[in-house]
């Protein structure tokens, strides 16, 4: 489907899948220069399978220090780099809730997203924080702006979960087994140049994938539910990179 024709929430999460940073709004704590003010700062980001944002911050960050005092954050998901005219270009704005995350998962799709990460991912002033989706402000280009709900921006027409346990094994077996597959979804079907591509995710909307410090998006024809799912529109797309190879 075009991008023009999809939903606002999918649109918006599939910016958000797509990118590996955001720019995150905190209210500066009491006590701070000037105290309320906003306060913005760059983080990298994973996305998991239900569209919440997970970030690794330290504690010694003004961004974390203003959390532990109002938890309300905003993300600015950027879609617009190297256009012309940035303002035809997509933007998401998400509102809602960060709070830490021990869930051991949300830790692995983080690292797996930034493996530079895992340098400091374990030091004590660092922890994982999962934000709770309220609302997201979408613009798409001029006159595409949407202001959408939290269940239209999350992914939950079904149950994530499954495939999310399902995950580590089918990137190890992506990467160790099939990475011809791999370099092909990334040449003939997103145009990147050719290179040392991985696949770091899968979730039920498609695949992420990274080289050094540059990543893509496999967009799934359809969702999927379970590993046998994933495995299926995995097959198609590879089947259609090589046709296209010829």
């Given at each position: 489907?075009?991008?023009?024709?999809?939903?606002p929430?999918?649109?918006?999460?599939?910016?958000?899948?797509?990118?590996?940073?955001?720019?995150?709004?905190?209210?500066?704590?009491?006590?701070?220069l000037?105290?309320?003010?906003?306060?913005?700062?760059?983080?990298?980001?994973?996305?998991d399978?239900?569209?919440?944002?997970?970030?690794?911050?330290?504690?010694?960050?003004?961004?974390?220090?203003?959390?532990?005092?109002?938890?309300?954050?905003?993300?600015?998901?950027?879609?617009?780099l190297?256009l012309?005219?940035?303002?035809?270009?997509?933007?998401?704005?998400?509102q809602?809730?960060?709070a830490?995350t021990?869930?051991?998962?949300?830790?692995?799709r983080?690292?797996?997203?930034h493996?530079?990460?895992?340098?400091?991912a374990?030091?004590?002033d660092?922890?994982?924080y999962?934000?709770?989706?309220?609302?997201?402000?979408?613009?798409?280009?001029?006159?595409?702006?949407?202001?959408?709900?939290?269940?239209?921006?999350?992914?939950?027409?079904?149950d994530p979960?499954?495939?999310?346990?399902?995950?580590?094994d089918?990137v190890?077996?992506?990467?160790d087994d099939?990475?011809?597959?791999?370099?092909?979804y990334?040449a003939?079907?997103?145009?990147?140049?050719?290179?040392?591509?991985?696949?770091?995710?899968?979730?039920?909307?498609?695949?992420?994938?990274?080289?050094?410090?540059?990543?893509?998006?496999?967009?799934?024809?359809?969702?999927?539910r379970?590993?046998?799912?994933?495995r299926?529109?995995?097959?198609r797309?590879?089947?259609?990179?090589?046709?296209?190879?010829?």
């Open positions: 489907m075009n991008d023009a024709n999809l939903p929430g999918e649109l918006a999460r599939k910016l958000m899948r797509g990118l590996d940073r955001a720019y995150l709004a905190t209210a500066m704590r009491s006590g701070a000037d105290a309320g003010a906003p306060y913005a700062s760059l983080v990298l980001v994973a996305i399978h239900d569209a919440s944002p997970i970030l690794l911050i330290s504690t010694l960050a003004d961004h974390t220090r203003n959390l532990a005092e109002d938890d309300r954050v905003s993300l600015l998901f950027d879609g617009t190297g012309a005219e940035p303002l035809t270009g997509p933007r998401v704005s998400l809602g809730r960060a830490k021990a869930e051991p998962r949300h830790r692995a983080f690292l797996a997203r493996p530079g990460a895992a340098m400091y374990d030091f004590k660092f922890a994982f999962r934000v709770d989706i309220a609302r997201a402000h979408l613009v798409a280009g001029f006159g595409r702006i949407h202001w959408i709900e939290r269940d239209d921006v999350r992914f939950a027409a079904i979960t499954v495939l999310a346990d399902a995950e580590a089918i190890a077996h992506m990467n099939h990475a011809d597959a791999v370099q092909l990334a003939k079907l997103l145009g990147r140049d050719s290179g040392e591509w991985r696949m770091t995710g899968v979730d039920p909307e498609g695949a992420d994938l990274r080289r050094g410090g540059e990543v893509a998006r496999l967009a799934f024809g359809h969702p999927v379970d590993a046998e799912g994933a299926a529109e995995l097959v797309l590879v089947k259609q990179a090589r046709h296209i190879q010829g």
